[in-house]
Each structure stands twice: as C-alpha cells, then as structure tokens.
C-alpha cells in the first residue's frame, strides 16, 4: 500500500482525461497499486475536484477541452505547490508540452500508450518519499516486485473488459 511518510495517509492521485475510457482504467489500475484515485474528465472538473481532494500527483493529458491540462496543471499547482504533475498524451510531444507550459510550471512528460509498468515506475520515481512501504511485512513477502504489479494490471485490465463487454 502507497503510504505518505511518516503517516498512514494514502498517496492521492488526481487522473483527467477526456476519454473517461482511457481515465477509468488509469483509475483502475492506480486503485489496485494502493493508491487513493479520484477522475474527472475536463480541466475545469480538475480545478474543482483538485480543492476538494489535494492531490498529491495529477496525471492530465494535455488536449482535455475549453482548459487544457497544461492551464488545469498550471493552475492546481498555483493552488497546491507540493502537487506533482504528470502530462500524458498520445498526440503531443515534449516539445509541444514545453512549447506551451510556463516555465514554473513542473511537471513530467510520458506518452499516453506508455506500459501501465512504465507509469507506475513514473509515479514511484517522481514520489519516492510518498510511495515508500515502511511495512516489514510488504517488504519481507515482496509484495512490491515487477511480477506482483504486472499480475495486479492483468487483473484489472480483465476485469474492466468484462465489465464492458457485460455493460
């Protein structure tokens, strides 16, 4: 379980895309890793759902509507300055991301296709602190191993095509 230090708060992760498909099963997969997730599906949706929740990572994509995730980014962070962001897109490319971000703005690049693997060493990267286990047990029964995590993202990923070929 993805713990702040020191506490037993979960690691809150805010997750905004306009593809609710593509949000969901973010969502999904962060839930089975431990994380506390919540989703929306524009930037407005984020500047709202950022007050309430306090994220400590958003993960945007970039071409989300009327505000982009670069303005929601720019303006959560203005709001919650220890928020890390994290930008995934399938159409735009770091140098667009540059291009159009402020230069105090933060943030992380990944391509929206991007191995669920690969994003969740990301997230680990970008928030060491937070997503240290201190659970002796965890560590001692390897429950943070590359094969636990890819077993949890088959499950998951299973089960949202269930759900949506049963829907």
Not at 83 to 88: A, D, G
Not at 107 to 120: C, Q, T
């Amino acid at each position: 379980m993805h713990k702040r230090y020191g506490n037993k708060k979960q690691t809150k992760i805010l997750v905004v895309d306009d593809e609710r498909t593509i949000a969901l099963k973010l969502a999904v997969i962060l839930a089975s890793h431990g994380y506390e997730v919540a989703t929306v599906f524009s930037g407005e949706q984020a500047l709202l759902k950022a007050a309430e929740f306090i994220p400590d990572l958003l993960i945007s994509d970039i071409f989300i509507g009327e505000m982009n995730g670069i303005e929601a980014a720019t303006n959560i962070t203005a709001m919650l300055p220890r928020c890390k962001v994290l930008f995934l897109s399938g159409i735009a490319s770091v140098y667009d991301v540059m291009s159009a971000a402020p230069e105090r703005l933060v943030y992380s690049f990944m391509p929206k296709w991007a191995h669920p693997l690969d994003l969740l060493n990301a997230i680990a990267y970008m928030l060491p602190a937070l997503t240290a286990t201190h659970d002796p047990a965890e560590i001692s029964m390897g429950r943070n191993t590359h094969m636990q995590s890819a077993k949890k993202f088959k499950r998951a990923e299973t089960e949202l095509v269930f759900s949506e070929a049963g829907a």
